[in-house]
């Protein structure tokens, strides 16, 4: 493993309804942050990854601050060595 650690998270952000649209742009124009799907009730589903896991603490602190975001959740977090973290994953068993 390098010394370059690669930090994943992923988290929910409830939003209302009628700031979906202006959300999701701001998450997509503005931060490390992927919207990888949402719902029309006001929930997306945001992956970002970093080097530093500081960074992404303070996107989650970021999207909390934006106008109609009612809160956010956080749901994952991997650490992997950023040297290999686009190379595919072999499980035990496989080959």
Known sequence: MSDQLLHIISFIVHVRPDALTQTTAWITQNTVGEVRGEDAAGKLVVVA???????LLALM???????GVIDAAFVYHEVVDALSADEPHVQEGEQ
């Open 61 to 67: 602190d970021h999207v909390r601050e934006q106008p």
């Open 49 to 55: 990854e970093h080097t530093d896991e500081q960074q």
